[in-house]
């Protein structure tokens, strides 16, 4: 299996793929957050993996093992050429639906993903996807009037440069390992630049925008007590939404990464019996 994808612009995508046991009931691609990498969701996709399910992930630009500059795009949609791009150097399994599974900046990229569908301007990039997985996307980025301000005169003067993305790794997780663990992780970066953040706060208008109509199956699961971005952006998705596509389920207590919280049994339980239900709708 390929380790990695170039895309047009001449940036290395590292992949990572997980197994199932037998043959695939479909596929889960994960696109994770912020300053990370994918190699942080190893035990979310284990666990998937060993429910018979193909998973694959991948370093955004500028994030983990992937080239590019530490938290910045070179083009206003380089995210979705990206992904398409990784889905293209999957290929498409012979049985079971493609599913997106987003976490913050991820879960944004993949709502903006499903959301621009095939219209005009995606035409080039547009790809199927047959179910949609969010976790505490990040469809509001909680800006205050004071950090708009200066995305406005930085998005004008200077798009390119990085600030500090505003992750406080105590507001990761509840659970301390968790948190150290962020702390001493090399790949973990707290860098992002205007055109990236002008990305993230189009991505959750879009998708806002776009929710009375939305089609694609999708479960939506974010954190109540989330520090990171703002619960209201999963709120107004999930109020605005057909309730027969999305299917939303707050975690009240929980921090923003919901799959490394002390009740993640929960998460995953949850996750699973959805992925279950779609799976029997999906029959090999």
Known sequence: MRESVTTDDGIVLHLRHWQPGGRARGTVLIVHG??????????????LAGRGWQVAGYDLRGHGRSGGARGRIAGADDPLRDLAAVIDALGRPDAGP??????SMGGAIAARFVAEGASPASARWHRHVGALVLSSPALDPGLGAGERLLLAVLER???DFAVHNGVKPRHVSRDPAVV???RDDPLVHDRVAARLVRFLVGAGDLTRER????????LLMYAGQ???????GSRAFARLAPTAVVRTRAFDA???EIFN????????EMLTGWLDGLSASNPL
């Open 34 to 47: 912020l300053g990370e990498h994918v190699g942080r969701y190893d035990p979310v996709a284990r666990h």
């Open 98 to 103: 493609l599913v997106l599974l987003g976490h």
């Open 157 to 159: 003067l200077a798009p």
């Open 180 to 182: 150290q663990a962020y």
């Open 211 to 218: 929710a009375p109509a939305w089609s694609t199956p999708t």
């Open 226 to 232: 989330d520090k990171l971005v703002s619960p209201d």
């Open 254 to 256: 929980l921090y923003h």
């Open 261 to 268: 919280e002390p009740e993640r049994e929960q998460v995953f």
